[in-house]
């Protein structure tokens, strides 16, 4: 592929800051063509303004900028993230399965080179944008996206809501997030909000029968052209730890997983075979290499897992059906809603989001807003309330195949 994006009649731009001038927002600016209209029979054209429009395709779209994949992008908030003074850069990754992954000599030619030490908070500190937010504290990154939001709103003399302050506030208040784990400083701060602009998420993944890192990259490459806010890699083939390190460093926005898909393969996917410590290390693994947002299943308990039965096409969710079966062969609570609170614990050391996963999501209208879902949605409900207690981001997947007029009931609820 191309690596360099061209776009006509437009050009990259970059905006500054006001409480931080040394930002540089990422944006397209379009130029529009002239009206022609006619005034008392003679021909007038007139100029229209220039256009600022939301640019998810990062340096790749910058002349300017060369990029080596083989190097990947440059680290655009490592020197915000140092200057807070509240993170520590590790002498080694902790993760086991990282570690030898890293020291299995014959990975050597598909590993990316120039991989730096991971960071993590400072004992006793904490890292998160919703941590500076109930501080009151207005982060570089939240300016970033409130300039990225508004697109030039103030200078075209349109009136807008979107500053800085008021970023801050819908991320304390838990109706925004701002997915930026410490370890993807390549990442141009992007916010996802009632509030704010729809997003796009695009999934990308290899599997046991197709594809390799230089496709998945590729991929990842005309998801930021063509407009994906974020980026799920929800690969379950071979080499899914290296693959997701080149798709991390060549990134420019958030990138999620879901760990449960890993730490599945790690035991020869033998869903009785799973355990905490499995899946922690694949938390802590992928953590340290730079996901912004993992996928969790946690609604899933072990006394609901049943309701699914009356259903006309079960339980659709992969995660959610990897779950279920853990907790009915070992007939016990699942580990990920036991763990909940010590999953928060690892997240918030490098300022990783949870997307709350909808493993009983309907499959289809026939089983919308039945026992079933909304007896995760309540599960899980209470789940954001305690991830926001430990400063984590979090937000509430769903509501799947489900009828517009039953939407409302889902999202209130």
């Known amino acids: 592929m191309n690596q360099k994006i061209k776009f006509p009649r437009s050009e990259k731009v970059y905006l500054p800051g006001t409480l931080f001038p040394e930002l540089r927002v990422a944006m397209r600016r379009v130029e529009q063509v002239p009206s022609t209209n006619f005034v008392d029979g003679e021909k007038v054209i007139t100029p229209n303004p220039e256009v600022y429009v939301y640019d998810t395709s990062g340096p790749f779209s910058d002349p300017t900028i060369e990029v080596d994949l083989k190097k990947g992008l440059p680290r655009l908030r490592e020197p915000w993230i140092l200057k807070r003074g509240d993170v520590e850069q590790l002498p080694e990754i902790t993760s086991e399965y990282g570690r030898m992954r890293r020291d299995d000599k014959s990975l050597d030619s598909l590993r990316f080179e120039h991989i730096a030490l991971p960071y993590r908070a400072l004992q006793g500190k904490c890292c998160t944008q919703m941590y500076y937010a109930k501080q009151g504290i207005i982060t570089p990154e939240m300016e970033y996206v409130a300039i990225r939001e508004n697109m030039n709103c103030a200078e075209l003399g ?9 970023v801050r506030r819908e991320i304390a208040a838990g109706r925004a997030l701002l997915p930026a784990n410490i370890n993807h400083p390549e990442a141009e701060p992007m916010i996802i909000g009632r509030n704010f602009l729809v997003k796009i998420n695009t999934n990308i993944g290899n599997s046991a029968t197709t ?90 308990r072990r006394h609901n897992v049943h309701l699914a039965e009356k259903r006309l096409c079960g339980i659709v969710s992969r995660g959610g059906s990897i779950m279920s079966k853990w907790c009915l062969v070992h007939d016990r609570e699942s580990f990920l809603y036991e763990h909940f609170d010590d999953i928060c614990d690892i997240l918030a050391q490098y300022d990783v989001a949870i997307s709350l996963g909808d ?32 400063n984590v981001q979090a937000f509430i997947e769903g509501p799947g195949h489900v009828p517009m007029h039953k939407i409302k009931e889902n999202m209130e609820r």
């Open 158 to 166: 349109i009136e807008t809501h979107i500053t800085p302050e008021f």
């Open 211 to 300: 594809s390799s890192i230089e496709e998945e990259v590729e991929k990842a490459l005309w998801s930021c052209k063509w407009g994906g806010d974020t980026l799920m890699d929800l690969s379950t083939g071979e080499n899914i730890h290296e693959t997701r390190e080149w798709i991390i460093r060549n990134c420019p926005v958030p990138v999620g997983s879901v760990p449960i898909y890993q730490a599945l393969e790690k035991v020869n996917g033998k869903v009785e075979d799973l355990t905490w410590e499995i899946y922690r290390d694949t938390l802590i693994e992928q953590c340290e290499q730079g996901v912004d947002y993992f996928t969790i299943h946690a609604g899933i």
């Open 359 to 390: 493993g009983l999501r309907p499959g289809a209208t026939h089983d919308s807003n039945d026992e079933a879902q909304f007896a995760e949605l309540d599960t899980m409900g209470e789940l954001v309330l305690r991830a926001w207690d430990k």
